[in-house]
């Protein structure tokens, strides 16, 4: 007999305690059969909710954080390998994925690993005993819709790690034979086929729209969504990668727009369904950027993982967010515990559409107030980040280190008539935080014990600027200039900024990088599009502000190689797929390792 004993704790314990004698001579209290959970519709409402709770990477890609809520800072590891930010708490660093950032990722494994069988053996037993449920048909078609869903993006959080996995769609048994019990890996191309198929089956079995309690649960457009990034970096790697181990991994270049077109469809279908449109409600335009992060249900959101205040240590559905990445005051006397780097910042252009790229040498020299330093940026900036002067919570955040003296000799500590040489926030990072997620009215001073786990915000999965982003992207490449044009020009427009006149696959990848900065984007965009060897291989920088007592200007210093010296990104070819492992291929030596890890 199975036992389902974390599906005995989401059921209400007062309908156990109030079973009559006879019931509980039955069976155990803390173990509910096999037959009970196919024959009652909450324990398999249960059920089907674990299957979220198992799938950790629907939190950022991170491991160890449930679909309870994300108590600690793993979420942030998918932004963290990349080049858009490191974690900063020299002393402490907790981050386990850090350190595969300078070339660490070896057979091992380790990095943001995912190797989802057991949650896609719960979905296909859900899948197999659901329709024999004295559920309703309309409920059945739903149910295993959703958990087909659920299965599709299991195979994608996969297959765009590992390239080629095995396909198992049926419950395996020990008496199995050993070839379905230890099965060969598929080619990379059937499982994106399987992922599309599967959403193509299954769509409009979905609700057109989620509402109340199914808010979290995908929608029809939830699906497409899916199939339109999963169909977008089928044909990314068909069009820039190569084909190896007899297409295990790879896909051959000829399907490139067959995958292309796939996204491109799926995407217009959102788009065209009226259901969604960009955010635009706050004259503001760096802080309608924020609020599309902060206003819950907004028009932008089309699948999320949802969270509420109340501290995940204590049974709420709280994430960590604010209080890692707030600024201080914090209660730990930290925050900032991820910092952007200077060349993401810079990436992020003028109003005008001019590049944002500052001239290092001219910037560092004479003085500077913030105000002219970052003039006429693109509003999605302060909407991103906060740095020297950024009002937070009613003041003026300080990272200045050192102070100028009237004799131009600068000193780093103790205070010079009443100003003091540092600042009161972190200035041995890049200068640079992360506002965007960030709920001003959240209590950062509330986590001394614990009580970090309350923020609100909802994680976006999938939202309609990526549809549009995905959609110009797969257009472009299939020669459909125009609406690539179209498409990018309205999130610009959004933004507050320029349109272009023209449009190139390099002005699609910068609005991708920029729009979707720390969303968990653009590790897997360099991964698809093929540039993280030279992307991920760099040394990259930070910024320092050096009050002129003076003037109450800033001497301003670029920070090479923030990381220090012994930390240098390095990405190398094999990368680009995440090893098996010993510990699987030993398991099963059918799994025939991925080329370059020995």
């Known amino acids: 007999?199975?036992?389902?004993?974390?599906?005995?704790?989401?059921?209400?314990?007062?309908?156990?305690?109030?079973?009559?004698?006879?019931?509980?001579?039955?069976?155990?209290?803390?173990?509910?059969?096999?037959?009970?959970?196919?024959?009652?519709?909450?324990?398999?409402?249960?059920?089907?909710?674990?299957?979220?709770?198992?799938?950790?990477f629907l939190a950022n890609e991170s491991g160890g954080n449930g679909w309870n809520g994300d108590a600690f800072y793993a979420e942030f590891e998918n932004n963290e390998i990349a080049d858009e930010c490191f974690p900063q708490w020299r002393d402490w660093n907790p981050s386990t994925a850090f350190r595969y950032k300078y070339g660490n990722l070896n057979i091992g494994g380790g990095l943001l690993e995912y190797w989802g069988y057991s949650t896609i053996r719960a979905i296909n037993e859900f899948v197999e005993r659901v329709p024999g449920s004295p559920l309703s048909p309309n409920d059945i078609k739903a149910k295993l819709a959703e958990a087909r869903f659920l299965r599709a993006f299991c195979y994608f959080a996969m297959v765009k790690r590992y390239g080629g996995v095995p396909i198992i769609t049926r419950v395996q048994h020990v008496t199995d034979p050993q070839d379905q019990l230890y099965p060969a890996r598929d080619k990379e191309e059937a499982v994106y086929d399987f992922i599309l198929s599967e959403i193509d089956s299954i769509a409009n079995d979905l609700p057109e729209v989620v509402t109340g309690d199914n808010l979290g649960r995908p929608s029809k457009y939830a699906a497409l969504a899916l199939k339109s990034r999963a169909a977008l970096y089928a044909g990314s790697i068909a069009e820039f990668g190569a084909v190896d181990l007899n297409g295990v991994v790879g896909i051959p270049a000829a399907k490139a727009n067959t995958y292309y077109q796939a996204a491109y469809d799926a995407s217009d279908s959102i788009m065209a369904s009226g259901h969604y449109k960009l955010y635009d409600l706050d004259a503001d335009k760096a802080m309608n950027f924020r609020n599309i992060f902060l206003v819950k249900n907004n028009t932008e959101a089309i699948f999320v993982k949802r969270h509420d205040n109340v501290n995940n240590f204590t049974g709420g559905n709280g994430w960590s967010i604010d209080f890692f990445n707030c600024p201080r005051p914090q209660a730990w006397s930290r925050g900032l515990y991820d910092q952007a780097y200077l060349e993401l910042a810079e990436a992020f252009e003028h109003i005008d559409g001019s590049p944002g790229t500052l001239d290092r040498n001219a910037i560092q020299q004479g003085l500077w107030t913030t105000d002219a330093l970052w003039a006429n940026k693109d509003p999605r900036f302060f909407g991103t980040f906060y740095t020297q002067n950024t009002l937070w919570k009613g003041n003026k955040l300080d990272f200045h280190r050192g102070i100028r003296l009237p004799d131009g000799t600068i000193q780093t500590d103790g205070s010079y008539n009443g100003i003091l040489a540092n600042g009161d926030q972190d200035y041995e990072g890049t200068g640079i935080g992360i506002i965007k997620y960030l709920d001003e009215s959240h209590d950062n001073m509330a986590g001394a014990n614990s009580g970090w786990p309350t923020s609100s915000q909802d994680w976006q999965i999938f939202r309609y600027a990526e549809t549009l982003l995905n959609y110009a992207e797969a257009a472009f490449e299939l020669g459909k200039t125009a609406d690539a044009l179209n498409a990018v020009n309205q999130i610009r427009a959004r933004a507050g900024i320029a349109p272009l006149a023209a449009v190139t696959r390099d002005n699609i990848r910068h609005e991708r990088r920029v729009e979707l900065a720390f969303e968990g984007h653009r590790y897997w965009d360099e991964r698809r599009w093929r540039t993280a060897v030279t992307d991920l291989s760099k040394p990259l920088s930070g910024i320092r502000y050096i009050l002129d007592v003076s003037t109450g200007k800033y001497q301003l210093q670029v920070i090479n190689n923030v990381d220090g010296a012994s930390n240098v990104p390095q990405f190398r070819p094999e990368n680009y797929y995440f090893p098996i492992t010993i510990a699987r291929t030993s398991n099963n030596p059918k799994l025939v390792e991925n080329p370059g890890y020995h």
């Not at 096999?34 to 409402?45: C, G, S, T, Y």
């Open 1 to 56: 007999m199975k036992t389902y004993q974390f599906i005995a704790l989401l059921v209400c314990f007062s309908m156990l305690m109030a079973c009559n004698k006879q019931v509980l001579d039955k069976q155990p209290l803390d173990i509910i059969s096999d037959e009970n959970v196919w024959h009652d519709q909450a324990l398999i409402n249960a059920y089907l909710t674990h299957i979220y709770y198992e799938m950790s």
